[in-house]
């Protein structure tokens, strides 16, 4: 067993749920672009839904920021709607 994965992981967040490895997507900005990375493995808590990158995870994610999210390996599109903060409900 790898160090700090376990079969009974404690979420560190809420102290009471239990981390499963799952699969999570997250989206970064590079620059002006968002770019989205789908099927990250993590391991996400069953209570607060707080996620954790393995430094795997996270050194692959570096490595994908460090070369820029080329356009063409794009696996798909998708377009986000983008709202002003007004500052109260309305
Ligand atoms: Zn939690």
């Known amino acids: 067993m790898p160090a700090g994965i376990g079969a009974d992981l404690t979420c560190s ?3 009471s749920g239990r981390l499963a490895p799952d699969r999570v997507r997250s989206a970064f900005w590079d620059g002006e672009r968002l770019v989205v990375v789908e099927d990250i493995p993590a391991l996400v808590c069953n209570t607060c839904g707080e996620q954790y990158l393995d430094d795997q995870a996270a050194l692959q994610l570096d490595l994908m920021k460090g070369r820029g999210f080329p356009k063409d390996k794009a696996v798909r ?3 986000v709607p983008v709202f ?3 500052g109260e409900d309305t």
């Open 13 to 15: 967040a809420c102290s």
């Open 77 to 79: 599109e998708i377009t």
């Open 84 to 86: 002003a903060y007004s």
